[in-house]
């Protein structure tokens, strides 16, 4: 069983951060700092910098410092299994946020408390939805691929892929890596439009592809939104932005801002309540019909 | 002087940073131990080291390729695949993964010294290639994901287990070390490595065979990565194709901080240990002192301090250096 | 036979380094191998040994056709080889040295303490009585050279070359030598001496072979070949006479240049005095290790000086870093061409102009016009051998780049020149070249301080000798008084 | 290309003509493996023929080739510097907040424009001054040296902009990598002139040739009288500024700063370009030409990829091949 947590005025908790290299991962730990400051909690807050092996130490380190609670945002589903375990062993609860670990291996309720986050392979399946429906005649997709071998990649390509093989008529003329950057993305899309001028969509794994996707089609004298639908994923304020503009045909949120409800599901726990063993935030979609309105309320 | 004490003898300006680089050890540890609690109890101790062996075993082979007056810039993306593969083989047995793993650091370590040796490319861009190579066989075979390991072959023993109270890593660690420093001071071929290191060209003509010597070293630094691949697919339970970034630059730190210096011909097996373990315990102060929760540290200033903390570092070895040169 | 060398030729990059040369060995016999700086005595070594690989020709070993594709090979074959350049790992001690792929052991591991003894027992038998655990590289050239024999001879080998072993060695290192190349010969082993002091070759060398331009152009016994017969076949003409370099002995006391008082650092150099006048040779002579380089070093400032004082024409001046001493119009050539001479990949024409580099600019940019001049006029004046003045340093024969070195100070028009070994590995025709042309400078002025291990060349050249022992300077003898016998009580001195 | 500084000994006129038009075919190894990746893909690659894909890969080129020059320099003195990408990445942070009135309110915006050109410049000189100083004052291995900003540098960059991602627009600093000069874009003009004026100090100055004795023999060096401690401070400035610029270049690419991400990995790009442009890692070499035409091959290569839809695993691998094959085509090239 998980182990429990007492009631108490204030508590020690620990925030596993998997990296800090993109502003989506920023907003992500900005918004759990603020809500410990807010409660008045002692915040350990570790960076893994990208590695699912240093995030595992940081976890052992945590417990090693006696924390009451561990957040974790796992960087891989499978190697962040013995941070889980140890914790579990330890006797500390632990809640993970944004991706979630094997569930062949570990189990909400019984070895680590709950997952609060969304569902990449979801993510991918609604942008392609969207474009099914909108797509007007258009079919031939360049697809910007987020940073090989990451689980936020390889799900929005399943989610993304899977949906619109199922729809037909579509086809990916080139799929490939721009490492969830700005300025890898523009050249990627840069290379790709010149190999393949037919093509007339593009699917970004994240914001910042997507602006990088857009400079490259300005580049070569093309209109994004009319000559090319760009599609997104994560939604935040300049993308939301972009999509007024109607150079964003679409993005899908993933909102980062996991603060707030992330502490309410741990008091809820020390309270005593059963907690469901998936939270899932209720992603926003953005395009042409609501951009406008919701665009103060992007993160 | 007295034989017994000739091993302590401060014979050059090496030892000298040596020597500084144990005291920086124990100094922190120090440090650690009076500002936090519980930082020097067992569970961090085992963790810490349990962890942080297979960055001590990329050292060592590090330590030997640095010697001869080479780099190997591939053992992250080495020891990556050989997770992969490892993982991909503890199905059918714990020692096919531990085997498999090894020889796939193996097949890189001996693919290193081919290109070095017989194509005669500069070690610093045939491991930069050989790296770019593991990384993309890695994510080849595992299909661009991270691959589970089994949890009933035992394969899981070696990373995650203790014996006699401590981490088995830690254990493998400590053999591969003893052992690198048998080869480096009490076998022939030990001193072979340091004269290559000294002049490649003098050593051949001094009869030394050395194109076989360095296609040797390069293999063992690539055995090793692969045997620091095995203990991270064993202790995290997977194959990651997209770990090891950033491992060569730790290793070749770990080394210089040691004392060698990386134009080669001279360093020590001890002290490259303690130098291993010096920066890694700059990870665990960090960790440590962001839970004090005085100033939150935020990602960026643990960078800034750690670039602070080698910059420490290396400057005072070198003043202890430059001083010993002019006594 | 033992060694039979046959029709052996090497081209690099298209130049023919040798044609077709020969050399035969018997067992236990001293083979003179002579000839010109660049004549490819070396690289004919080289080639045997498996260096170089040859593109024709038969090498014959022991009565077996060989063929060695590494310095492994041939020292396994039994030839042990010292190097011209001497080839040792310098960061590893001395005893590790002369072991190096044949180390002692017991139980499989390194056996350190034997490899101690078996080290100081061999050198005590050279007279050197040194600490064989410190690195080869806290020793000077001629200890290193000990060495590097040290570590040939105790390799068992039926055949050892030596390539220009005595360049650095004093007299009493040299007879050192001998009388181990005699032992070796009563062992049964055979010798091949490379070597430009003629002297020497005809007091231990039993047959000589002589090369010229790449061929082999005579073989003989040492004793049928008459001194002048040996140097006519080497240059293919005439010696011009190795002598009336001496100066006039009762010329006038001119002004001191350069003037070196009490000046010390460390324990090497503990109090050096000396005068170095307009015009003239000044020499400075000295045991092994008797800090005549370091002196050298101090006075260029290469090295800090912690003691006394440097004028120059009654100036005191300090000199914190070599750029300063070559403002002051001091050049330095150095004893070890290939660690502080040459910069090995940079071309003949490069590194000729090296020094003279910050004058041969305007508005920051090289004027090629003027280094071109330069370069073909030294190129020639000292008959440097070379395919192009393009061609990198590292290409050419030992004596050829000692060439380029002094060329690069006589371009900068120095008004003082140290030279540490001037003749160092040059051969006897370019020697009394050199030598006459540094005379010929003094005349028009300049100051030469000579460090030399050759007291014949001192005798011969210098106005003035100053004697260093053990790091000071104990005497100054003026031409009339100069003499082998004065001058080595001089250095004798503190010694005995 | 062959090195510059010391063309290889003219053979004697015994070669026989064929010879000598396979000797200087193979001279001329990087150019030959340049031209095949251009056969290949005139081939192979859709649409390679084409002024936009010129113009494409030229602009992506143009900061490899900028950074990979300052590093030719360095690594001509026998040193390396890993610290380029931080740099950039601090450059690329500074400027914007310059224009965008974060230290001070921006009253002239040519002048904060002209400023945001300048002083992220000069700041990236500076801390490639600082390498330099540990390096020559306290004989720090240049790894290691440099290895300290390239992990420090980055936190820099972050810590100025808390990480955060800095969107803007300028057209007047925008200029550097959106505009065009003569119909030329404005990078590809200032790579050029940058190469061309580093080629020119090394064949024809004298701190150019002091460089290159400072890599060939230090000792030696000094002994002649060569400033060897101004040399370093000297390339690794140089260095420092170029990354600098190059940072620059991107962020106005961008229009957008990342502090996390300009840069990265940039080091290994630039040393890959001068080593398979032939100029070794040991140093006393450097072939400025040489560089240029390695960054060429490492950009096509990456387009060929790219265009060609091979997947990221196996393109590493290609990549790799391709680095190995081109260094080593080049070095048989020298030997003859
Ligand atoms: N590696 C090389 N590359 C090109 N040319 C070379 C090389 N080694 C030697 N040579 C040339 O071969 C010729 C013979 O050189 P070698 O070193 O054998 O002369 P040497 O007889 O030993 O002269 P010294 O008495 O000056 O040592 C010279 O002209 C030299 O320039
Ligand atoms: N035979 C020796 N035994 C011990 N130390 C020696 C010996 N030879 C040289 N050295 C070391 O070298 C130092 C002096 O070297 P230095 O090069 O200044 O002398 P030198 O007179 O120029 O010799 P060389 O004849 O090689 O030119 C000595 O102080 C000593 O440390
Ligand atoms: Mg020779
Ligand atoms: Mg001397």
Redesign the pocket.
């Known amino acids: 069983q998980v182990p429990k947590l007492e009631q108490k005025d204030t508590y020690k908790v620990g925030f596993a951060q998997t990296e800090s290299n993109n502003p989506w991962r920023i907003a992500q730990t900005n918004s759990m700092k603020a809500e410990a400051e807010k409660l008045g909690y002692q915040l350990v807050y570790t960076d893994a910098a990208g590695s699912a092996a240093k995030q595992v130490a940081d976890v052992n380190s945590m417990i090693a410092q006696g924390v009451d609670v561990i957040f974790l945002a796992p960087r891989e589903e499978k190697p962040l299994i013995p941070a889980v375990m140890a914790a579990k062993k330890a006797g500390i609860p632990v809640i993970l946020l944004d991706r979630s670990v094997d569930p062949s291996l570990a189990k909400a309720g019984e070895d680590y408390l709950t997952f609060i986050g969304s569902n990449f392979v979801e993510e991918g399946r609604r942008i392609a939805e969207w474009l099914v429906k909108n797509a007007n005649g258009k079919s031939k997709i360049i697809e910007l691929e987020g940073t090989t071998g990451s689980s936020p990649a390889n799900d929005r390509k399943k989610g993304f892929d899977e949906a619109i093989q199922a729809a037909g008529g579509f086809e990916i003329v080139a799929s490939q890596t721009g490492d969830f950057a700005r300025d890898k993305g523009r050249q990627v899309a840069e290379a790709l439009l010149q190999a393949h001028p037919d093509a007339d969509i593009i699917y970004a794994h994240n914001d910042e592809m997507a602006m990088g996707a857009i400079a490259a089609l300005e580049a070569a004298g093309k209109v994004p939104g009319k000559d090319v639908l760009v599609l997104s994923i994560d939604g935040g304020k300049e993308a939301v932005q972009a999509v007024v503009d109607g150079k964003i045909a679409a993005v899908v949120e993933c909102n980062p801002r996991f603060g707030p409800k992330a502490f309410e599901t741990m008091l809820r726990y020390a309270k005593g309540e059963t907690i469901e063993p998936m939270i899932i935030n209720d992603d926003k979609f953005y395009d042409a019909s609501n951009a406008a309105a919701e665009l103060a309320d992007a993160y | 002087m007295h034989t017994l004490l000739r091993p302590f003898a401060i014979k050059s300006s090496g030892d000298i940073a040596r020597l500084g680089v144990l005291l920086a050890l124990f100094g922190l540890i120090l440090f650690g131990a009076l500002r936090y609690d519980n930082f020097l109890s067992s569970y961090n101790i085992l963790s810490f080291l349990r962890y942080n062996s297979m960055f001590a075993l990329i050292a060592l082979g590090m330590a030997f390729v640095i010697i001869t007056g080479g780099i190997d810039l591939s053992v992250g993306g080495t020891a990556a695949m050989a997770s992969v593969v490892a993982a991909l083989l503890s199905p059918w047995h714990w020692a096919a993964g531990l085997l498999g793993g090894m020889a796939a650091g193996c097949a890189v370590g001996a693919l290193n010294g081919f290109i070095i040796t017989k194509m005669r490319i500069q070690p610093f861009i045939a491991t930069l290639a050989t790296m770019l190579a593991a990384y993309g066989t890695g994510l080849l075979i595992a299909n661009n994901q991270s691959v589970s390991v089994s949890y009933d072959s035992g394969f899981t023993v070696i990373g995650q287990d203790d014996f006699l109270g401590f981490p088995i890593p830690a254990w493998i660690a400590l053999a591969a070390y003893i052992l690198g420093w048998l080869v480096l001071e009490k076998l022939p071929v030990g001193r072979h490595v340091l004269a290559i290191g000294d002049g490649e060209a003098t050593a051949g003509l001094m009869g030394l065979k050395v194109e076989r010597t360095l296609a040797a070293v390069y293999l063992a630094s690539g055995t090793l990565a692969g045997l620091a691949g095995v203990i991270l697919a064993s202790q995290f339970g997977a194959g990651q194709p997209t770990e090891g970034v950033g491992w060569e630059l730790f290793a070749i730190a770990s080394v210089v901080v040691g004392g060698t210096l990386l134009t080669g011909g001279s360093g020590s097996v001890g002290a490259t240990l303690a130098g291993a373990l010096l920066l890694a315990m700059v990870f665990n102060i960090l960790n440590f002192e962001n839970g004090l929760g005085w100033i939150s540290l935020s990602a960026y200033w643990q960078s800034v301090i750690r670039g602070a903390f080698l910059l420490v570092v290396v400057v005072l070895q070198a003043k202890l250096m430059a001083r010993h040169r002019s006594a | 036979m033992l060694l039979s060398m046959q029709g052996v030729s ?1 081209a ?2 298209g ?4 044609k077709s040369a020969s050399l035969e060995v018997e067992p236990a016999e001293v083979m003179a191998l002579v ?12 080639i045997l040994t498996g260096v ?1 690989r040859r593109d024709e020709g038969s090498i014959a070993f022991d009565g077996r056709e060989v063929d060695f594709s590494m310095p492994a090979e041939a020292q396994g074959a039994g030839i042990a080889t010292i190097y ?1 350049e001497i080839n040792l790992a310098p960061q590893r001690s001395v005893a590790e040295n002369i072991y190096l792929s044949r180390e002692p052991k017991r139980f499989g591991l390194i056996d350190h303490a034997a490899m101690r003894r078996g080290a100081e027992a061999v050198l005590k038998t050279f007279n050197l009585s040194i600490d064989v655990d410190r690195p080869v590289a806290h020793f000077d050239a001629a200890t290193r050279q000990m060495v590097a024999i040290a570590r040939a001879v105790t390799q068992k080998a039926r055949l050892v070359i030596m ?2 072993p005595t360049s650095s060695l004093d007299e009493r290192e040299v007879a050192v030598l001998f009388e181990t190349i005699r032992t070796l010969k009563r062992a049964g082993v055979a010798v091949i001496f ?1 070597g ?1 002091r003629l002297d020497e070759l005809y007091a231990i060398c039993d047959r000589v072979t002589i ?1 010229r331009d ?1 061929q082999t152009v005579a073989k003989s016994p040492m004793a049928d070949m008459p001194k002048m017969a040996l140097v006519r076949h080497m240059l293919g003409k005439e010696l011009a006479a190795f002598q009336a370099i001496a100066p006039d002995e009762d010329a006038p006391e001119r002004p001191v240049r350069l003037a070196v008082e009490n000046a010390g650092a460390g324990v090497r150099v503990r109090d050096v005095s000396l005068d170095v006048r307009e015009g003239e040779i000044s020499g400075l002579a000295g045991l092994l290790g008797s800090g005549r380089t370091e002196t050298a070093r101090l006075i260029f400032g290469a090295d800090k000086m912690q003691r006394g004082t440097i004028r120059m024409d009654g100036r005191a001046r300090t000199y914190r870093e070599p750029a300063d001493a070559i403002a002051d119009g001091i050049g330095l050539v150095s004893e070890d061409r290939k660690i502080d001479g040459i910069v090995p990949d940079m071309s003949i024409r490069e590194n000729m102009t090296l020094a003279l580099l910050p004058r041969l600019k305007k508005a920051g940019i090289v004027d090629r016009a003027r280094q071109d001049e330069i370069v073909t006029r030294y190129i020639r004046a000292l008959g440097v ?3 192009s003045p393009d ?2 340093i ?9 060439k380029v070195l002094l060329a690069r100070w006589l371009a900068t028009d120095p008004r003082v020149l140290i030279i540490d070994e001037p003749t160092r ?3 006897i025709g370019a020697k009394s070249e050199i030598l006459k042309l540094l005379r010929s400078l003094a005349d028009e002025g300049l100051s030469v301080l000579m460090i030399s291990s050759e007291l014949e060349e001192l005798l011969a050249a210098a106005d003035r000798v100053t004697v260093l022992s053990d790091g000071t300077s104990v005497a100054t003898l003026p031409r009339k008084d100069l003499s082998e016998a004065a001058l080595l009580s001089a250095m004798a001195h503190q010694v005995e | 290309m062959t090195t510059i500084e010391t063309p290889a ?1 003219q053979p004697s006129g015994t070669l026989s003509p064929g010879s000598r038009l396979f000797t200087l075919a193979s001279r001329y190894g990087t150019f030959v493996a340049f031209l095949a990746l251009i056969v290949f893909n005139v081939a192979v690659t859709p649409n390679f023929l084409s002024w936009q894909t010129l113009n494409v890969n030229l602009t992506q080129v143009a900061t490899i080739v900028i950074v990979a020059t300052g590093m030719t320099l360095v690594i001509a003195t026998g040193g390396i510097d890993l610290s380029v990408g931080s740099l950039m990445a601090i450059a690329g942070a500074l400027a914007p907040m310059i224009f965008m009135g974060q230290f001070w309110q921006v009253e002239n915006m040519a002048f904060a424009v002209a400023l945001a050109f300048l002083l992220p410049v000069v700041v990236a000189g500076l801390f490639g001054l600082f390498n330099g100083l540990l390096v020559t004052r306290f004989s720090i291995q240049p790894i290691i040296a440099t290895l300290v900003l390239f992990i420090a540098g980055r936190g820099i960059a972050q810590v100025m902009t808390n990480g955060n991602l800095q969107v803007f627009r300028n057209e007047g600093f925008q200029f550097i990598a959106m505009g065009r000069i003569a119909g030329i874009p404005a990078q590809v003009v200032l790579m050029t002139v940058i190469v061309a004026l580093t080629f020119a100090m090394i064949r024809y100055t004298v701190i150019g040739r002091q460089i290159i004795a400072v890599g060939g023999n230090e000792k030696a060096a000094r002994l002649t009288g060569v400033p060897v401690k101004r040399v370093k401070l000297f390339v690794y400035m140089i260095s420092g500024a170029l990354a600098g610029l190059a940072g620059l270049v991107v962020v106005a690419r961008n229009s957008a700063s990342d502090a996390n991400l300009v840069g990265l990995g940039m080091e290994l790009d630039a040393i890959a370009a001068v080593a398979v442009g032939g100029t070794l890692l040991t140093g006393g070499r450097a072939n400025i030409i040489g560089t240029v035409l390695g960054a060429f091959v490492i950009q096509l290569v990456r387009y060929t990829l790219l265009a060609n839809g091979v997947p990221d695993a196996a393109a590493l691998i290609v990549k790799a091949g391709l680095i190995v094959l081109a260094v080593f085509i080049q070095q048989r090239a020298d030997k003859s």
Do not use: W
């Open positions: 090497k690099f990059a130049v023919a380094a040798l000839g010109q700086n660049g004549a490819g005595k070396s690289t004919l070594i080289k170089y011209q390539d220009e490379i430009h090369m790449g051998k070379c395919a061609q990198p590292r290409e050419l024969s030992g004596g050829n780049q000692q590995g040059i051969d | 000994p």
